[in-house]
């Protein structure tokens, strides 16, 4: 079966959001929303949200799932709001219980954070399936990146997160808290084990250099060939020695305090203060 896909690119974040249809039927599944966040001044605004939300009403859909691949670190999830507007039950791995945990400390977060995983509508394990309409949903583990992970795959579309990137752009980073290049290295040759036809849909593009346009979309055969950090049957000693180099190098992500502390609570907010107002801990010499 063939999904019909349609994508929304945030500019901000480089995030790609995709809306997940059955061609038999009206209803789809939201993979990967964002809420837009301005950090110089703690300000929120729905427009990504609102643009995927319109889409929805104006095509008369009905949403099933609203999918998170993993704790994102570079944009915060817009799923409650999409949630409150249109719908549907918010859906990730079981393993955000170990993200909660480990995240839980870095921001010394009190007792009243639940680390069960509980502020999300399911958790999901390896093998777990779902339908959206008449189309089942095969969920894969995928860690490495994250110990949380997923890969959604949906007749001939694999909606990957950040696991993969376009094949001129490689592989996610396995540098924050509970990454592996190892076990990232053994989630992807589980993906590219799909059929070769199978549409892989990425959840950002950075616009590799040499390359004009932002892009998505690609294929398991393509990733194989081509994909620079593993492609070509690319050994796991390599991969790893290269990842671990690359790592080493890089920022992190932007928005990576808000984002954690937001997404491992399910897109929601941290709880009021005495003030009635909203706080977000910023941890010094930590990440």
Partial sequence: MTPEVTAFFDDATNTVSFVVKDPNSANVAIVDSVLDFDFSNGRTDTASADEVIAYIQANDLKVEWILESHVHADHLSAAPYIQQQVGGKVGIGANITIVQEVFGKVFNEGSEFQRDGSQFDKLFVDGDTINIGTMKVDIMHTPGHTP???????????????????????????????GSAEDLYASIQKILAL???????????????????????????????????????????EFVK???????????????????????????MPEPEGNGKVYLKVPVNTL
């Fill in 148 to 178: 949380a992970c997923m890969t959604y795959v949906v007749g001939d579309a694999a909606f990957v997160g950040d696991t993969m990137f376009m094949p001129d752009f490689g592989t996610a980073r396995c540098d924050f808290p509970g």
């Fill in 242 to 268: 290269m990842r671990a180099g690359r790592d080493a190098q890089l920022s992190m992500p932007k928005l990576i305090v808000p984002s954690i502390q937001i997404n491992m609570r399910a897109g929601r």
């Fill in 195 to 237: 059929p070769d036809q199978t549409r892989i849909f990425v959840g950002h593009d950075y616009k590799a250099p040499g390359r004009d346009d932002f892009a998505w979309e690609t294929t398991v055969a393509e990733q194989r060939m081509l994909n620079v950090h593993v492609g070509a049957d690319k050994a796991e000693e």
